[in-house]
Structure formats: structure tokens, C-alpha cells
């Protein structure tokens, strides 16, 4: 089972739950609109899930649901107990489906049928609503239009209908299939001919149009008026998988003898055992497995409007096998049982007569273990008994992987208690430094090194397998592209190859989730901008189709998500004279900026490119939002173009966001820390190499001219930096949004991992800090914001 699939089930089981309870409380306030509309997003979403996977069954019925929920939700039509039945009929039949996916035993088509008399009856309280909403109105079901048709077996060559009369006695299976495609189905990419074509084991065939065609001039191609008539000696389940897809626009009849015997005439044929007519001749066995079958639909819950249906249909049956042994004696009591049960709205008289009939034509064991066809056993109207709620699950099975589902709160709690172990575990150190230095008891503070080895790498691993609980992997953001892709570029005219690489890498739940708006405003810049159209592109010498790369990896306790496209690229003249234009930079930095330093101009606050305002672009909004949003997770966002070739789009993220390593720094007398991730290097400058330009402290380091900026002055502190006997000046090399600054300290100190607490109340507001730490001498140490703190000043 894939992770995407297991997520599926476990979302779809809570979703399944939160609708069953919603339904419960509307029954008990009906006209409550909030609660009517969560039950309709709840239903949406299940439908649109389920559509990801090859679950036609399961979509059918809930998107029958969702037609439903929404006429419910607009007042045309009122909440009513038996509407909450139904739906929650459709969602049993939901959860058994996803009972047989998760235990590996997925019925697929043989719920075909059941699927569409389910589909048929919600959407028959939409018709009843359309006429008035009288409730004497009922819609019929599937079961009843199959039982209504007529074969046209007088246009069968006689020799035909004998050899299937041979294959009926010798009880051989033989299906008269009446195919009718939809008027539209082509417009649903169907196509009706091949479909009856390779329809399995075909021994007879006819195509027919309608009664009256019209005027050639009149006749519209693209609708579908034509109809197939087939007989088939496949299986029943054979025939219900080839038509999975489009069960409703099929209707399979059993050939009985009663059908092909001239001699009998010709019987209303149907799909349903219950209405076969009498048949002389008929095989012990074959009628203990007619009557077993009426055994489990007696068996059924009585709770149901069509339970009087279902009652005759049981007793007509009944009637059917014993005439046809010549027992019309049993028949007057077969009638009152089934008066009686028809006055108690029960099926125990009829159950009660089957009883006292057995000793003469009870089921045999072999019979009741029989395996009779699931559709043919049920009455119009009704859910057949295996796909019952009791009939739910695979008793030999293998076991499946069991997921539990646990509270996110729960492990964000597990998260901090694990951190606070972290700092404890950091004060043992400065506990064995007092106990040698303080105390003179050197062999103490060797015996405490030792013990905090043990438990630093008890606390490292509980560490680790908490955070392996809170990861994902990416698939679950990835996933949804490949349809935003396909709808944008219709959208568009582009023709455009998605590549989704690295799916697997894991990432913590919180950045993961904070990785989906990004990625959306991305992909959505990379089509609309990026990619050409075809007849560009094509006399650009490219290939028609564009292509978009979206690649995940781990690198050094971080992921990096690589979004990239061969698409037109960035062109800098064009940033530059965008930005110009709209007074984001002035006319000196037009002439000094260079190629880089413009394409990442498109990262400024209500920057666009585009000529005109729609629904994907123009508005200023994108590339600045996905930079703010990855810059609170800490991460960063780089930016590489080439014009004419494409773009690639860089996001580095944290593997999680529980622990922070950060470099505890010193500064005017107090400590500070600085996150690992924004730390390019440390390094100590003289201070006779400090030059200055423009009234700014730069350094050459490396054949590159260094900014530096002042710890103290960025803090408002009035003291300078010091230094060391050597007379440098210890430097923290940074990266800022793709640029090195040097950041003076006046010393360095140790690499720690701390739990980051936010800054709380008034001092939330306090720019350039990221938070607080509590290290293991009991000390609070301020985390800095390198980039606040700089963009503040």
C-alpha cells in the first residue's frame, strides 16, 4: 500500500465519522446552516479524494451525495429523516469499500450495481424535490428498469437460440446485454463502439439507432444515439468488470430457458432471481441456491422503505420453485405468511415459513455455501447483503499495517518535554566544571561527564524518534500538482510535462504544511511566465511541449525543493525597467545593479511583470509571499535564471523546527544566539584591514568586498566592538536574502541546540529577535534575527 493510499484511508475514515455525526445533529436541528455546510464540504472533500484513485464505485455514490447535500443546501429541498438514511446508507457502503482496500481485498466491479441503485436512490430525492416534494413519489431504481425490459429475441436466428438453449440446460452462463451510451458520452472521452466490441465472450451482436432518425441536416455527430444489443456466455463478474465505469448505461439479463424455449413463450426477462417464472425441470441444487439466496434477503434489516417489495418479490420466488415441483398445495399458506408479514412490516412470517416448508425443501449446506451472483439476489431498491455494514472486513486477510492516528498537540507536548530534557541534560557539564573548579573534586566531576554521556545519547535518540513521528513526506504537497498543472496550462494554451522527483523525502509535519502555499504561487508563476506557448516556443527551436521539474532532496540536515522550468527565463533588462517604473529602485541603483541583484527584484513587495490583471497573475502578489513564508520557517529561497533557457527556483528548508542550533555569541558584556543555518563562516579580521566606503565598514575577504556591520550599533548600543590581544575583530559572515554580510561580535562561544520559545506580550513586537532559550546554566539566552535585524536598521 502506497503512503499516499494510507493517507487516503485514514482521512477518509475520519472524514466518514465527522459526516455521520453531522447528519446525527441535523436531524435534530435541520435548519441550522452552518452545520448543513460543513456536511457539504465534508462530503466534497471525500468525493474529491476518492477521485485521485481508481475508485469508480466509491465515486459514484458520493458524488450522487454531493448532488444531493447541494440542493439540500440551497432550500430546494428539506432535511428529512429518510434523507439522512440514505446518506448514511452511502456512507456504509463508502466504509466497507475502504474496509476491502485497507485489507488488501477490493471487490472492484462486483459493487458496480450496488453502487448505481445507491447513486439512483439519493438522486431520486432530488427528482422527488423537483415534483413537489410529494412522498408518495418514488424513484425507481435500477433493479426496476432492468426487470421492466423486453428482449427482442425474435430477431435471433432460430439455430442461435437453440445453441443457447443447450448452454442454459447444461447451466452454462449466458448474459443478454442491452448497452445504451449517454447522449454526451463523448464529450466524457467514452467510446461506446469499442467498448461493446471487446466486450468478453460475444456470440451475438446488433447495433440500433433510434425508431425515427432524423434529417441528415438535423442529426448532431456529436451525439450518441446508437444502442448494442449483445449476448455473452462471460461470467456475470467478467461483465460487471468491463462495464465498471458505466454500469448505469448497462443492463444485464440472465438467458433462462423460460426466455429461449418457445414452448414456455417468452418471458419478461430480468436481472432479478425473484422474478423468474416457473421453469419445469429445474435442477434440487439450482433451486436450494434460489432459495438460499431468499434466505440472506429475508435476513436483511426491515428498516428500510422497501421492505414490502422486497417481501414479494421473496414470496414469488418462493412460489415460482415449489410450481415448479408441482407443490401448488404449499402455495395458500406461502399467501398468508405473506399477508401477515406485509401487516407487521416484518420479515419473521415469512422466515417462519421457510422453517416448517424444510423438510421437504430446505437449502442443503452445499446450497446455502453456494456463491449466487450479489445483484441477482437483491430486490429493486435494496443494498445487497454483502455490501451490508456486518459483512464489513476479510477474516483470512493479512493483517495491514495498523496506523494510529494521535493528536498533534500530543507530540508537540512529547516535542517539548523532549527539549526540556535537552537543557537539562546541558547543565551537567557546567555542573562537573563547579564540581572540579569550585569543589576540588576532580574525580566527581569525571564520574558526571560519564553519567551525561549515557543520558545525552538516551536524550539524542528519544530526540530522533519523536521527530521521525511528526515527519511526512513531501508527496502529501506534491500530489495535488499534477491536476493544478494539467488545469493551468489548458487554461493557457501550454502544453506542459510535470516531473516529480524525491516524492519519499521527509520533512517535520509543521514544514511540510508550510511548504503547500509556496509551492502553489511557484508553479503557478512558472506556467503563466515562464512557459511559452507552443508556437513560441516552436520558433524559438524548442520543443512544443515545456517542462516543469519539481525535485525534493535532503542535504545536510535540510531539504531543498528545486522548482525548474525551460521556459523563457528572467530577462534583467525587463526587471530592471519594471522596477524602475514602479519606484522600487531609484535611477544610480538602475545603472550600478547587476544581472543577479535585478531578477532577484522579483521578490519585492508588489512586483509583476504582467501586462494585465487576471485570475494567475498581475496583481503584485507571489513571489514576495512565498519568500515570507519560507523565511518563517527558516528557510530560504534563491533565485537562478537564464534567458531564454529557464528558471530555477531554490527553497532550503529546516528538516524541522523543535530544535534550533544556534552559535552563543558575546556583545557588549552579554550573550546572544545567532541560528547555524544564516552562519557562513567565523572568522577574525585585523583591524588595520577595516576600510571604509560611502561612510560603511567593508573588508576585502577572499577577493571580495565584505560589508560589515557593527553588533552594538545594530542593538542601539553606544560601546564599540572590542577586540582581541591580536587586535582582530571577531566577525560572524552571514547570508541575507543571497548576500554575505559580516556581522562584529566581541567574541565567539559554543554551538548549542535549544528549544526556541517565541517572544510572548509586548515584546513580540520587539524587531530583530526570534525568540528565547533557556541554556543549561539556568541562563536565558535572546535568539537574534539576522535579517529583521538588518532590515530594521
Aim: glycine letters at 6%; proline letters at 5%; charged letters at 20%.
Amino acid at each position: 500500500m502506497t503512503p499516499i493510499l494510507q493517507q487516503f484511508l485514514s482521512e477518509a475514515r475520519d472524514l466518514l465519522q465527522s459526516i455521520s455525526e453531522q447528519l446525527l445533529k441535523l436531524e435534530k436541528t435541520p435548519g441550522d446552516a452552518e452545520l448543513m455546510s460543513h456536511l457539504f464540504r465534508s462530503v466534497h472533500t471525500l468525493k474529491g479524494n476518492s477521485g485521485l484513485f481508481d475508485f469508480p464505485e466509491m465515486s459514484r455514490v458520493l458524488h450522487a451525495a454531493e448532488d444531493l447535500m447541494s440542493v439540500v443546501r440551497d432550500g430546494q429541498l428539506g432535511f428529512s429523516q429518510r434523507l439522512a438514511d440514505r446518506l448514511l446508507d452511502a456512507m456504509d457502503f463508502v466504509a466497507l469499500l475502504l474496509d476491502e482496500i485497507q485489507a488488501g481485498a477490493a471487490g472492484g466491479a462486483a459493487h458496480s450495481q450496488s453502487s448505481v441503485r445507491l447513486a439512483d436512490s439519493l438522486r431520486g430525492l432530488i427528482v422527488v424535490a423537483g415534483a413537489a416534494a410529494d412522498d408518495s413519489l418514488e424513484p425507481q431504481s435500477t433493479g426496476s428498469r432492468m426487470a421492466a425490459v423486453a428482449l427482442p429475441l425474435d430477431v435471433v436466428p432460430e439455430h442461435l437460440r437453440a445453441t443457447w438453449r443447450a448452454a442454459a440446460l447444461s447451466a452454462e452462463p449466458l448474459h443478454w446485454i442491452l448497452y445504451a451510451p449517454a447522449s454526451d458520452c463523448f464529450f466524457k472521452g467514452e467510446d461506446p463502439l469499442h467498448q461493446a466490441r471487446q466486450t468478453p465472450g460475444i456470440v451475438w451482436q446488433r447495433v440500433s439507432g433510434p425508431g425515427v432518425w432524423p434529417p441528415l441536416a438535423e442529426l448532431d455527430p456529436y451525439q450518441c444515439v446508437l444502442r448494442f444489443d449483445l449476448v455473452s456466455t462471460a461470467s456475470r463478474a467478467a461483465l460487471d468488470e468491463h462495464f465498471r465505469y458505466v454500469p448505469e448505461q448497462v443492463t444485464l439479463v440472465p438467458l433462462t430457458l423460460a426466455q429461449l424455449d418457445p414452448s414456455a413463450g417468452v418471458a419478461a426477462p430480468t436481472s432479478d432471481v425473484s422474478d423468474v417464472a416457473p421453469v419445469d425441470g429445474l435442477s434440487a441444487s439450482y433451486l436450494n441456491a434460489i432459495l438460499a439466496a431468499q434466505v440472506t434477503a429475508l435476513d436483511l434489516p426491515d428498516s428500510v422503505e422497501w421492505l414490502p417489495g422486497r417481501l414479494r418479490a421473496v414470496a414469488s420466488t418462493l412460489a415460482a420453485c415449489y410450481r415448479s415441483r408441482r407443490r401448488e398445495d404449499v402455495l395458500p399458506s406461502l399467501d398468508a405468511a405473506l399477508a401477515l408479514a406485509l401487516s407487521q412490516n416484518r420479515a419473521h412470517p415469512l422466515q417462519e415459513w421457510i422453517e416448517v416448508q424444510g423438510d421437504q425443501f430446505a437449502p442443503t449446506a452445499n446450497a446455502a455455501q453456494a456463491v449466487v451472483d450479489p445483484s441477482a439476489t437483491a430486490t429493486p431498491g435494496s443494498v445487497n447483503s454483502s455490501d451490508a455494514p456486518q459483512a464489513r472486513g476479510v477474516e483470512d486477510a493479512a493483517p495491514a499495517t495498523t496506523v494510529l492516528k494521535v493528536d498533534q498537540e500530543k507530540i508537540d507536548r512529547l516535542m517539548s518535554l523532549i527539549g526540556e530534557m535537552v537543557v537539562a541534560k546541558n547543565g551537567l557539564p557546567f555542573l562537573a566544571a563547579r564540581a572540579e573548579t569550585v569543589y576540588g573534586v576532580r574525580e566527581l566531576s569525571r564520574e558526571i561527564k560519564t553519567q551525561y554521556a549515557v543520558i545525552n545519547r538516551i536524550a539524542e535518540e528519544m530526540q530522533d524518534a519523536i521527530m521521525q513521528v511528526r515527519m511526512m513526506p513531501v508527496s502529501s504537497v506534491f500530489q495535488r500538482f499534477p491536476r493544478l498543472v494539467r488545469d493551468i496550462s489548458r487554461r493557457l494554451g501550454k502544453e506542459v510535462l510535470l516531473t516529480l522527483e524525491g516524492e519519499e523525502t521527509e520533512a517535520d509535519k509543521n514544514i511540510i504544511e508550510a511548504l503547500a502555499e509556496p509551492l502553489i504561487h511557484i508553479v503557478r508563476n512558472s506556467l503563466d511566465h515562464g512557459i511559452e506557448t507552443p508556437d513560441v516556443r516552436r520558433a524559438a527551436g524548442k520543443p512544443v511541449e515545456g517542462r516543469l521539474t519539481i525535485r525534493a532532496s535532503q542535504d545536510s540536515g535540510r531539504v531543498l525543493i528545486d522548482i525548474s522550468d525551460d521556459g523563457k527565463g528572467i530577462d534583467p533588462a525587463v526587471i530592471k525597467r519594471k522596477a524602475y517604473e514602479k519606484g522600487i529602485i531609484d535611477e544610480s541603483m538602475l545603472e550600478r545593479i547587476s544581472d543577479q541583484e535585478a531578477v532577484n527584484l522579483v521578490f519585492a513587495a508588489g512586483f509583476s511583470t504582467a501586462a494585465t490583471v487576471s485570475d494567475l497573475s498581475g496583481r503584485g502578489v507571489g513571489m514576495d509571499v512565498v519568500r515570507n513564508a519560507v523565511e518563517r520557517v527558516n528557510g530560504t529561497v534563491t533565485l537562478a535564471s537564464e534567458t531564454g533557457l529557464g528558471t530555477n527556483l531554490r527553497l532550503s528548508l529546516p528538516l524541522s523546527m523543535a530544535v534550533t542550533n544556534v552559535m552563543v555569541i558575546e556583545s557588549n558584556h552579554q550573550i546572544f544566539g545567532v541560528p547555524m543555518d544564516m552562519v557562513l563562516e567565523t572568522v577574525r579580521i585585523p583591524r588595520a584591514a577595516i576600510r571604509s566606503i560611502k561612510n560603511r565598514q567593508t573588508i576585502v575577504l577572499r577577493n571580495r568586498v565584505l560589508p560589515l556591520r557593527s553588533l552594538n550599533e545594530l542593538l542601539a548600543g553606544d560601546l564599540p566592538q572590542v577586540s582581541n590581544e591580536l587586535d582582530e575583530m571577531a566577525t560572524l559572515v552571514v547570508q541575507i536574502h543571497g548576500e554575505s554580510l559580516g556581522i562584529v561580535v566581541d567574541d565567539f562561544r559554543e554551538v548549542v541546540d535549544i528549544i526556541l520559545k517565541p517572544m510572548g506580550g509586548i515584546l513580540n513586537a520587539v524587531p530583530g529577535y526570534s525568540g528565547s532559550a533557556l541554556l543549561g546554566d539556568g541562563s536565558v539566552l535572546m535568539v537574534l534575527n539576522p535579517k529583521e535585524l538588518v532590515t530594521w536598521q
